[in-house]
Nanobody
Framework: QVQLVESGGGLVQAGGSLRLSCAAS????????MGWFRQAPGKEREFVSA????????YYVDSVKGRFTISRDNAKNTVYLQMNSLKPEDTAVYYC??????????????????WGQGTQVTVSS
């Protein structure tokens, strides 16, 4: 059973930065892709970013390209999301996710079956 715990959310002014962390346990972390999703109030959950098992391949939704960076430390079973130049429209609960079956890389949202509890990111204008 994979368990994911996010941290690092908070309140920041527009243009600021935050770094989210997600600690994983219970699975073979180093063999599995990892992803970040977000859900704003009144909106559906959105797939934001993904990273391959080795960290060598990444994916970003267009709205965050050039501002967000996903990375991972397999020795620490942790994935990160560095968020720079934050905008009010980035306000959401951010979720870390892992695929239900071990896969080295996937950008298919339906592949992600394990979820953390979420961490709130609020960007003020």
């Amino acid at each position: 059973q994979v368990q994911l715990v996010e941290s690092g959310g908070g309140l920041v002014q527009a243009g600021g930065s935050l770094r989210l962390s997600c600690a994983a346990s219970g699975g073979i972390f180093s063999r599995n892709a990892m992803g970040w999703f977000r859900q704003a109030p009144g909106k559906e959950r959105e797939f934001v970013s993904a990273v391959s098992s080795s960290g060598g391949i990444t994916y970003y939704v267009d709205s965050v390209k050039g501002r967000f960076t996903i990375s991972r430390d397999n020795a620490k079973n942790t994935v990160y999301l560095q968020m720079n130049s934050l905008k009010p429209e980035d306000t959401a609960v951010y979720y870390c996710a892992a695929p239900g079956t071990t896969v080295t890389f996937t950008t298919t949202p339906d592949d992600y079956d394990y979820w953390g509890q979420g961490t709130q990111v609020t960007v003020s204008s």
